[in-house]
């Protein structure tokens, strides 16, 4: 089991740097794509390119969200992580090299929605993860 995104497996973190172009904008995480999303406008969308994914966390909850913003959310999770190794082809590799292992974000940030807490938790982002990986591993 891969339970921590940090140090080698940092890539699967949301904050890892890396280009994502979208909409003709190009962010510099999943992290700053995903919060992007919340917005409707493509000018409001532009506060989030240039910026690290830390930053655009903080400013994504300030936001004005869009409407159904927690009915669709997992499914906008899903097309960010899907682009962020469609366009980064050397995550992508990576993401292969973690064969079958459940990916799970255990966390002591309080995140039981994205990840786990204490071993508890719908850990969403380690499942699309897992389903894009496979989604690869079906391909290959």
């Known amino acids: 089991m891969i339970n921590k995104f940090r140090n080698r497996y940092y890539f699967l973190s949301n904050m890892y740097p890396c280009t994502i172009q979208f909409d003709e904008l190009v962010y510099n995480s999943s992290e700053c794509l995903f ?13 989030f390119v240039g910026i690290d994914g830390y930053t655009a ?11 159904n913003w927690d009915d669709i959310k997992v499914d906008i999770m899903y097309c960010v992580i899907k682009m962020k190794f469609e366009q980064n082809y050397d995550l992508r590799l ?16 309080g995140d039981d929605f994205w990840g786990t807490v204490n ?13 894009v990986r496979q989604e690869y591993l079906k391909d290959a």
């Not at 966390?57 to 409407?67: A, F, H, M």
């Not at 938790?121 to 993860?129: M, T, V």
């Open 35 to 47: 919060q992007a999303l919340k917005c409707l406008s493509k000018s409001d969308r532009s506060k």
């Open 57 to 67: 966390k903080g400013i994504g909850k300030k936001v004005k969200l869009r409407p």
């Open 94 to 109: 990576k993401l292969l090299a973690t064969k079958n292992e459940h990916l799970e974000e255990a966390n002591c940030w």
């Open 119 to 131: 071993g508890y938790g719908r850990n969403e982002l380690g499942k699309i993860l897992m389903k």
